[in-house]
């Protein structure tokens, strides 16, 4: 599914009254299947640019242009889990997959072992993952992460980060993943998206030619680089 | 020690249990006690219910809708100020001395809580759920049962414990001032004769029966409500 993205400007009234602009001029569009990574300073609004974008905040100067029907999948940057229904009803009600489906994708996460545990009694981790795991449940043609791998160890955050892959290749769903991690976002995305400090403006907008399989240590070295350098400037 | 009170007491303000047991007996056997009780339990079922139900409809409309809060809110405040007595005999005065009077008084009395607590209830729903439930597109129907309903239950318990006791009070003093039946009737008899055996023989049973729903029905209930919290705590 393709997203085209343009806002002219999206303001905050804070508690004092004061209009904030928490973001500018962000646009860009995405094809159906990309993959694109957003990168940017914490409080740049790439939570509110993902509300927008999934239609929960519609107090905005500018439009989103999605096909419809869509269906979205969403991992806020918090689990929001439903804490009175155990994790395979949190993966059922909301999802509309079937039981093959489902097994696939809990194996995936590696939840099996939980589906009957209650939210509460889950780490952040295991949670985020039942989120994930969720967002997936829905039949994604738009999935949008939101610092999905945060709190999750280095080696269990790569094992996921390739599931992950492999499940959004599998559906073809277009993907905006927010991460703080450069590398991460060079190791997932064919496209990174770097925003400014607040208020968010796009400083790069920048596409890895090369196909993932075929970058190199030294290629992926060098867009870091660049990145890193966009950023601090 | 009731036994050996009642011997220390002015003849007749405390009569001694058995006295109480034999009265009892006697109108048990004559089935008016079962009667009475029956009709008082059947005004407490229907007047509880109804207030349970419009006081939470009322109730989750004014925490989501802040123009249907401005405009109840003043009423509510003056019902829930407003003595149980005086909202009984204007209702006998207005509608007249009769069945709909009676529950609509009760009603009345119990409502203004009862949307007061799911209006709290319906304010502290947890909107990160809400929005997750937009995105997801979860279906009306899911939606209550799953994200609202879930959060919204301790809150409808609370008001359900507090209801069931300010009820059954309000609906004897209902059948006291203009019912011709019903425990709160029979108790208004015994007061005219000063005959405290007799309203013991009516109260005692019926108190009896109010502990036992509340212990039966709405204290499990409530720990049902929140059996889902895990064990340790979320
Ligand atoms: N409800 C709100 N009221 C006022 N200001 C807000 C509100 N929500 C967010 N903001 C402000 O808007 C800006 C963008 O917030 P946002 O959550 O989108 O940032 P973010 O890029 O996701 O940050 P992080 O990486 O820390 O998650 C921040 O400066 C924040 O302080
Ligand atoms: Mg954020």
Redesign the pocket.
């Known amino acids: 599914m393709e997203l085209e993205v343009s806002i002219a400007r999206k303001a905050?009234?804070?508690?004092s009254g004061k209009t904030?602009v928490?973001l500018h001029d962000v646009a860009f569009s995405l094809r159906q299947g990309e993959i694109c990574a957003l990168l940017?300073?914490?409080?740049?609004?790439?939570?509110?640019?993902l509300?927008i974008i999934s239609g929960l905040d519609s107090d905005f100067e500018g439009q989103i242009v999605l096909p419809s029907p869509h269906r979205i999948g969403m991992v806020f940057?918090e689990p929001r889990l439903m804490p009175w229904r155990s994790v395979a009803q949190n993966l059922r009600l909301v999802g509309s997959s079937s039981e093959n489906e489902l097994a696939e994708i809990v194996a995936a996460l590696r939840l099996s072992k939980h589906l009957d545990h209650f939210p509460g009694e889950l780490s952040l981790g295991l949670a985020r993952r039942v989120a994930i795991a969720r967002a997936f449940a829905v039949k994604p043609d738009l999935l949008l992460l939101?610092?999905p791998f945060v709190s999750l160890d280095a080696a269990l955050a790569a094992r996921l980060r390739e599931e992950l892959l492999a499940l959004v290749l599998k559906r073809k769903a277009t993907t905006l993943i927010?991460t703080?991690n450069v590398e991460e976002a060079i190791s997932i995305a064919g496209r990174i998206i770097v925003?400014s400090a607040?208020p968010?403006r796009i400083l790069a907008d920048m596409t890895i030619e090369t196909p993932r399989e075929a970058l190199t240590q030294a290629r992926a070295a060098k867009i870091k680089t660049d990145i890193v350098s966009v950023m601090t400037k | 020690m009731w036994q050996l009170g009642s011997r220390f007491a002015a003849t007749g303000s405390l009569p001694a249990p058995l006295a109480v047991m034999s009265v009892i007996g006697a109108e048990a056997q004559s089935g008016v006690l079962f009667v009475n009780l029956a009709i008082t339990l059947a005004r407490v079922a229907a007047s509880f219910a109804l207030a349970m139900v419009l006081g939470t409809a009322l109730g989750v409309l004014m925490g989501r809708n802040k123009t249907v809060d401005r405009l109840c809110d003043p009423l509510l405040i003056v019902l829930l100020n407003l003595p149980a007595l005086v909202v009984i005999v204007l209702a006998y005065i207005w509608v007249g001395l009769n069945e709909a009077a009676a529950i609509g008084a009760v009603v009345l009395n119990k409502l203004p809580n009862t949307a007061v607590t799911l209006r709290e209830g319906t304010r502290a729903l947890d909107k990160n759920l809400d929005e997750m439930a937009r995105v997801f597109n979860l279906p009306l129907g899911a939606k209550v049962r799953h994200v609202f309903l879930p959060q919204l239950a301790p809150y409808f318990a609370a008001a359900m414990r507090s209801g069931l006791s300010l009820v059954w009070k309000i609906v004897l003093v209902v059948e006291l001032l203009g019912r011709s039946n019903g425990v709160g009737f029979e108790i208004g008899i015994a007061f005219q004769l000063f005959d405290v055996t007799r309203l013991l023989a009516y109260a005692l049973p019926f108190v009896g029966l109010m502990l036992a729903i509340e212990t039966l029905i709405v204290q499990p209930f409530e720990r049902n409500v929140s059996r889902w919290r895990p064990p340790h705590g979320a």
Request: charged content about 20%; glycine content about 16%.
């Open positions: 905050l009234r804070t508690a904030r928490v940017g300073p914490s409080g740049c609004g790439k939570t509110t640019l509300q940057q939101d610092e927010v703080h925003l607040a968010g």
